[in-house]
């Protein structure tokens, strides 16, 4: 009897032990997919942050290539017409990968539109490159949707394999891991928790307007592009979810194009379906092609902003959509979070870009309470009048010719430093973020900002909001000057 009972006791203790063992296993697993999974704001990481949203929340549904998720503003849809979108996209999107994205989305949402972007009517190969594949499949969960969309993005069994066991997509990443791999946020814990799958294009490029030729004849798209296009379109029939079909402004907007996009506007019309090509409303739109775009496909965070503005008048006329702006559940709350993220970015980056001394002065008067302004008084002999009256009213006293105090102005009211025994006078610690101003000068994170050799007024703008240095110039005279860091 003893002995039995000894040998069910180590039984016993072998089963826990080996069931301890295949945990352990298995977190060390997960924590290894985690780390080593392809993150891109352009792809892979729309689809894994729209796990996140709260259940049948989104009301506009947008799926597509990289002209959806730049081109058309989540934070603009909600600011003017309280409509929370999400945009489900990828660079250079197919339409079959589009399509399962799709199918896996209606799992957890009931959108009340669909709008699909149609430049995939335009992709000739019908095999992606290798990034393009792991950055449109690799955000799903694993399920059928994700090895269907697997399978029609290979050409032949090994790449099925390769990439449904994770090689494809895990193989070659050792060089490229750092700490945002590690970081579940990616190192922007504001932009992670509300992102709503949008990319604001911070850069200016000049543009030429395409001519639009009214005598093309359709042309129609490869075999594969229509078979998946009129499978979306099937499909959000099915489920009783309205689609529109769109083609958002393009300064490379070409013949061979607009032939594809008549073809896929007959398709759309076959169905009963809206299909509007916007390069056709340029000037309703109200587009500058000299200031709009931030590439020859993609507008910019002043383009998409007039777009989207356009594109929800279209919407709100057409379709039946709910103004949610004034819900109190809660539901919402993360839409009026991407909206304050995105106003900001752009912001900060109008401000980076401005070297008129005036113009930044009117820009820090309009800084909203997420914004602290830091100023170092040098040589202020020949300080710039203007720059005088903003600190004068902000109660810094500019009566000395060279003075060395540090002042901080929150809401246009200035608090005097003072440096601790250490040196240090101001210090900012957010998540994975430290700001401090200290005798040695000004730092964040392993940057140092200090503008050296200037003289006038050192001023340092940081983001509470965004965890960022929006801005740290040296103001003098009429000009401000930066250092590049």
């Not at 730049?70 to 409509?83: H, K, P, R």
């Not at 660079?91 to 149609?118: C, D, G, H, I």
């Not at 009783?240 to 194009?257: E, H, K, T």
Request: hydrophobic share 35%; net charge negative.
């Amino acid at each position: 009897m003893k002995e039995l009972l000894k040998k069910g006791l180590l039984s016993a203790k072998n089963i826990v032990r080996v069931t301890a063992f295949v945990l352990v296993v298995a977190v060390l697993l997960e924590t290894w997919v985690v780390w080593f999974k392809k993150k891109s704001y352009d792809g892979s990481l729309m689809m894994q942050n729209f796990y996140e949203q709260p259940e049948n929340s989104i009301d506009l549904l947008c799926i597509g290539s990289s002209h959806t998720f730049i081109d058309i503003n989540t934070g603009v849809l909600w600011d003017e017409y309280g409509i929370p979108s999400y945009i489900l996209g990828g660079s250079m999107q197919p339409f079959w990968n589009t399509y399962y994205n799709l199918r896996e989305a209606v799992k957890t949402q009931t959108p009340r539109l669909v709008v699909l972007e149609a430049l995939a009517c335009d992709i000739e190969p019908e095999i992606g490159d290798h990034g393009m594949i792991i950055n449109n499949v690799s955000g799903m969960h694993w399920n059928m949707n994700k090895l269907e969309s697997i399978r029609a993005s290979v050409c032949d069994t090994d790449g099925l394999v390769d990439y449904t066991l994770l090689f494809e997509e895990f193989h070659s990443r050792y060089s490229e891991l750092d700490m945002f791999d590690i970081a579940a946020d990616l190192g922007d814990s504001v932009r992670s928790e509300n992102w709503k799958g949008f990319y604001d294009y911070l850069r200016i490029e000049f543009a030429t307007r395409p001519e639009i030729n009214d005598d093309i004849e359709p042309l129609a798209m490869p075999n594969k592009e229509e078979y998946y296009y009129r499978l979306i379109i099937e499909y959000c029939q099915e489920q009783g979810i309205p689609i529109l079909v769109i083609v958002s402004p393009d300064a490379g907007y070409n013949d061979l194009a607009r032939a594809r996009y008549l073809y896929a506007a007959d398709i759309a019309e076959e169905y009963g379906v809206d299909f509007v090509d916007f390069n056709e409303y340029y000037d309703e739109i109200g587009l500058d092609f000299s200031y709009d775009f931030g590439d020859i496909g993609h507008l910019n965070f002043l383009g998409n902003r007039k777009f989207t503005s356009y594109l929800g008048d279209y919407i709100t006329d057409n379709f039946d959509m709910i103004d949610r702006s004034d819900d109190q559940t809660g539901l919402y709350d993360s839409w009026d979070e991407n909206f304050r993220y995105n106003e900001t970015r752009v912001t900060n980056f109008v401000l980076s870009q401005t070297t008129d001394l005036h113009d930044y002065i009117s820009i820090l008067n309009t800084l909203s309470d997420d914004y602290e302004i830091i100023v170092e008084l040098n040589d202020i002999s020949r300080m710039d009048a203007d720059l005088r009256t903003y600190l004068n009213l902000c109660g810094i006293s500019c009566s000395r010719d060279f003075d060395d105090r540090r002042y901080i102005i929150r809401r246009g009211q200035s608090i005097a430093l003072e440096a601790d025994e250490n040196g240090l006078y101001y210090e900012v610690m957010q998540s994975n973020h430290h700001f401090s101003v200290t005798t040695e000068g000004v730092f964040f994170d392993n940057s140092d900002l200090t503008v050296p050799d200037h003289p006038g007024v050192c001023i340092t703008v940081y983001d509470r909001y965004n965890q960022t240095v929006a801005d740290n110039v040296s103001a003098v005279f009429e000009e401000v000057f930066r250092l590049e860091y």
